[in-house]
């Protein structure tokens, strides 16, 4: 076969919303871990300079920081594993199903891995027993440990549902930043609000983050207006929506995901001849 024959034949078989669906899935777990995660050190740094004088009023929620960091590490590590081993369901299913509706001839190894699903030769022919080439018996220990779409989609269902709690909770601190930062703009322009100054505050005991006995608990006014101009806020702030943009990039491949693999599952299951599962 020419090279241009082997990379069409690969492209055709290419399952493209796996292989997007993936790319969107380390894109977002990366952004949302590593922003995540200076965004809190951050609000740590915030919360110890300007809010609360001492260490008991905010030791708790440093120790709550300092979870949720060690949490996004393991984050990060399983959802990259677990993002290579759905792109490779995605390219066993994609195969089986190519074969299937005979648009596209197989390789060795296509032939091992979807002869676990479609219950294709088992190494006999007109000739009798044949000795099945070694990367296809490699192909087909993999499919057999490969060949549960069913399972593969009912996984990522319920990652999915735990992933929009993730993604609501990462919509919090926008959320208290954003109110931060529109408070700050009014100190700014007095014209455009009736409230005194003085008035304006940003108070971290409102939220949960500091016990109502933290002191001060809140700053108020052009010392407010100070804290917002300053870069730790601004990085902080906007580590935090960037956060929150990975938390629905990686929402929008687990969905992407479960919509390929339930079509590829479908398909097996009601056209395929001889499936087993």
């Known amino acids: 076969l020419g090279l241009l024959e082997c990379c069409a034949r690969c492209l055709i078989g290419a399952p493209f919303a796996s292989l997007v669906a993936t790319g969107l899935c380390f894109f977002g777990v990366a952004l949302f871990c590593g922003c995540g995660h200076e965004a809190l050190t951050g609000t740590e740094q915030l919360i110890e300079t ?24 393991g984050t990060a590590s399983f959802f990259f594993l677990y993002g290579a081993l759905l792109l490779a369901e995605g390219f066993y299913t994609t195969g089986a199903v190519r074969q299937i509706f005979g648009d596209y001839k197989t390789t060795i190894c296509g032939k091992g891995l979807s002869a ?46 735990i992933w929009l709690l993730v993604f609501a909770c990462s919509a ?48 108020c006014g052009s010392n407010l207006l100070s804290i917002c101009k300053t870069s730790e806020f601004q990085m902080t702030f906007h580590l935090f929506i960037a956060a929150f943009v990975g938390a629905a990039a990686t929402l929008v491949s687990l969905l992407t995901f479960i919509i390929a693999a339930t079509y590829n599952f479908a398909v097996l299951k009601l056209m395929g001849r001889g499936t087993k599962f």
């Open 172 to 219: 919090v601190p926008v959320y208290i930043y954003f109110n931060t930062w529109t408070t700050c703009q009014s100190i700014a322009n007095p014209s455009k609000t009736t409230a005194s100054i003085g008035t304006l505050c940003a108070d971290a005991r409102m939220y949960g983050v500091l016990p109502w006995n933290a002191f001060p608990g809140k700053v």
């Open 116 to 161: 676990t699903v479609t219950g294709g030769p088992k190494g006999r022919g007109a000739r009798g027993p044949q000795r099945a080439h070694s990367l296809q018996r490699v192909c087909q220990c993999l499919g057999k440990w490969l060949g549960h779409p069913d399972k593969f989609v009912g996984i990522t269902y319920v990652l999915t549902i």
């Open 50 to 73: 300007y809010f609360s004088k001492n260490y008991q009023d905010y030791e708790y929620l440093i120790d709550v920081i300092h979870a949720f960091q060690y949490v996004i590490y």
